[in-house]
Nanobody, 124 residues
Protein backbone atom coordinates (compact mmCIF):
# COMPACT_ATOMS: atom_id res chain seq x y z
CA UNK A 1 0.00 0.00 0.00
CA UNK A 2 2.56 2.55 1.12
CA UNK A 3 5.35 3.14 -1.34
CA UNK A 4 8.32 5.45 -1.31
CA UNK A 5 10.40 5.29 -4.46
CA UNK A 6 13.70 7.12 -4.68
CA UNK A 7 15.31 8.14 -7.93
CA UNK A 8 18.06 10.39 -9.21
CA UNK A 9 21.07 8.64 -7.80
CA UNK A 10 24.12 7.92 -9.86
CA UNK A 11 27.78 8.60 -10.36
CA UNK A 12 29.10 12.12 -10.06
CA UNK A 13 32.49 13.77 -9.74
CA UNK A 14 33.49 15.35 -6.46
CA UNK A 15 32.30 18.94 -6.42
CA UNK A 16 29.36 18.11 -8.62
CA UNK A 17 25.65 18.09 -7.92
CA UNK A 18 22.84 15.60 -7.89
CA UNK A 19 19.15 15.84 -7.13
CA UNK A 20 17.32 12.97 -5.52
CA UNK A 21 13.57 12.55 -5.70
CA UNK A 22 11.23 10.40 -3.67
CA UNK A 23 7.73 9.73 -4.91
CA UNK A 24 5.29 8.77 -2.16
CA UNK A 25 1.99 6.96 -2.42
CA UNK A 26 -0.39 5.38 0.05
CA UNK A 27 0.05 8.14 2.64
CA UNK A 28 -1.64 11.41 3.35
CA UNK A 29 1.63 12.97 2.33
CA UNK A 30 1.01 16.49 3.59
CA UNK A 31 0.57 15.25 7.17
CA UNK A 32 4.02 13.63 7.34
CA UNK A 33 7.44 14.96 8.01
CA UNK A 34 9.90 13.59 5.50
CA UNK A 35 13.52 12.71 5.90
CA UNK A 36 16.56 11.56 4.03
CA UNK A 37 19.04 9.10 5.48
CA UNK A 38 22.07 7.42 4.03
CA UNK A 39 24.18 4.36 4.62
CA UNK A 40 27.71 3.94 3.36
CA UNK A 41 29.40 0.55 3.09
CA UNK A 42 30.49 -0.67 6.50
CA UNK A 43 28.78 2.19 8.30
CA UNK A 44 25.56 2.71 10.19
CA UNK A 45 22.63 4.46 8.64
CA UNK A 46 22.82 8.16 9.39
CA UNK A 47 20.51 11.11 9.28
CA UNK A 48 20.93 13.54 6.41
CA UNK A 49 18.01 15.97 6.28
CA UNK A 50 14.38 16.38 7.25
CA UNK A 51 11.48 18.68 6.47
CA UNK A 52 8.14 19.19 8.17
CA UNK A 53 4.75 18.96 6.50
CA UNK A 54 4.51 22.63 5.55
CA UNK A 55 8.17 23.08 4.55
CA UNK A 56 8.46 25.76 7.22
CA UNK A 57 11.19 23.88 9.07
CA UNK A 58 14.19 21.90 7.94
CA UNK A 59 17.09 20.27 9.68
CA UNK A 60 20.39 18.93 8.40
CA UNK A 61 23.26 16.82 9.55
CA UNK A 62 26.36 18.87 10.20
CA UNK A 63 28.19 16.95 7.51
CA UNK A 64 25.85 18.17 4.78
CA UNK A 65 24.66 21.53 6.07
CA UNK A 66 25.29 24.24 3.54
CA UNK A 67 25.63 21.75 0.71
CA UNK A 68 22.35 19.83 0.70
CA UNK A 69 18.82 21.18 0.52
CA UNK A 70 15.67 19.24 1.28
CA UNK A 71 12.35 20.31 -0.18
CA UNK A 72 8.93 18.89 -0.86
CA UNK A 73 6.01 19.32 -3.19
CA UNK A 74 2.89 18.19 -1.40
CA UNK A 75 0.76 18.54 -4.50
CA UNK A 76 2.99 15.99 -6.22
CA UNK A 77 3.62 13.82 -3.16
CA UNK A 78 7.33 14.18 -3.70
CA UNK A 79 10.31 15.05 -1.55
CA UNK A 80 13.65 16.15 -2.97
CA UNK A 81 17.24 16.30 -1.87
CA UNK A 82 19.44 18.70 -3.79
CA UNK A 83 23.05 17.77 -3.20
CA UNK A 84 25.73 20.26 -4.15
CA UNK A 85 29.49 20.30 -3.72
CA UNK A 86 29.46 16.56 -3.36
CA UNK A 87 32.34 14.86 -1.60
CA UNK A 88 33.65 11.33 -1.89
CA UNK A 89 32.45 10.71 1.66
CA UNK A 90 28.88 11.40 0.52
CA UNK A 91 28.95 8.09 -1.29
CA UNK A 92 26.14 5.97 0.13
CA UNK A 93 22.74 4.52 -0.48
CA UNK A 94 20.24 7.28 0.19
CA UNK A 95 16.83 6.52 1.65
CA UNK A 96 13.76 8.67 2.00
CA UNK A 97 11.36 8.11 4.85
CA UNK A 98 8.07 9.39 6.26
CA UNK A 99 7.25 10.17 9.87
CA UNK A 100 4.06 11.15 11.66
CA UNK A 101 5.48 14.01 13.66
CA UNK A 102 4.74 17.71 13.86
CA UNK A 103 8.26 18.99 13.40
CA UNK A 104 11.29 17.75 11.54
CA UNK A 105 12.97 14.94 13.40
CA UNK A 106 16.40 13.39 13.04
CA UNK A 107 15.70 10.13 14.85
CA UNK A 108 15.26 7.23 12.49
CA UNK A 109 12.81 5.39 14.73
CA UNK A 110 10.21 8.10 14.17
CA UNK A 111 10.08 7.24 10.51
CA UNK A 112 7.58 4.50 9.80
CA UNK A 113 7.91 4.14 6.06
CA UNK A 114 11.06 3.84 4.02
CA UNK A 115 12.01 3.70 0.41
CA UNK A 116 14.25 1.13 -1.18
CA UNK A 117 17.18 3.50 -1.52
CA UNK A 118 19.13 4.95 -4.40
CA UNK A 119 22.87 4.72 -4.83
CA UNK A 120 24.95 7.88 -4.91
CA UNK A 121 28.59 7.45 -5.82
CA UNK A 122 30.98 10.37 -5.75
CA UNK A 123 34.31 9.87 -7.46
CA UNK A 124 37.51 11.83 -6.98
Amino acid sequence: QVQLVESGGGLVQAGGSLRLSCAVSGLTFSTYSMGWFRQAPGKEREFVATINWSSSRTSYADSVKGRFTISRDNAKNTVFLQMNTLKVEDTAVYYCAAATVAGPVQIASYYRNWGQGTQVTVSS
